[in-house]
């Protein structure tokens, strides 16, 4: 499956952005999401996913509350929506995609996601 991410941007803090990640290829709708960042001189984290079949969300303790991911099966595209923006928040975000046949659960780990888009730069100024 091929990503592509898009909606980061400059945004004042408390405010608001959407991300889309758009996917080619077909059973999207199986596939386990997840969406990672990685801020100026740190390591890649954990965001938030949601899996396949029954589009359980999960997310990290430092975005819950503020995140929500979703997806639309019928247009092969997951979100992120991003409220309550904090300076920390700014960071390369990028999308990736567990295939079905690696197994369905929650993963937290850029390791257990095989394919993964470009990214795109989320700019939180304080």
């Known amino acids: 499956v091929q990503l592509q991410a898009s909606g980061g941007g400059p945004v004042q803090a408390g405010g608001s952005l959407r991300l889309s990640c758009a996917a080619s290829?077909?059973?999207?709708?199986?596939?386990?999401m997840g969406w990672f960042r990685q801020g100026p001189g740190k390591e890649r984290e954990f965001v938030a996913g949601i899996r396949g079949f029954g589009n359980s969300p999960y997310y990290a303790d430092s975005v819950k509350g503020r995140f929500t991911i979703s997806r639309d099966n019928a247009k092969n595209t997951v979100y992120l929506q991003m409220n309550s923006l904090k300076h920390e928040d700014t960071a390369v975000y990028y999308c990736?995609?567990?295939?079905?046949?690696?197994?369905?659960?929650?993963?937290?780990?850029?390791?257990?996601?095989?394919?993964w888009g470009q990214g795109t730069l989320v700019t939180v100024s304080s």
């Open positions: 290829g077909y059973l999207f709708g199986t596939y386990v």
């Open positions: 990736a995609a567990r295939s079905l046949a690696q197994g369905d659960g929650t993963y937290y780990s850029a390791a257990d996601f095989g394919s």
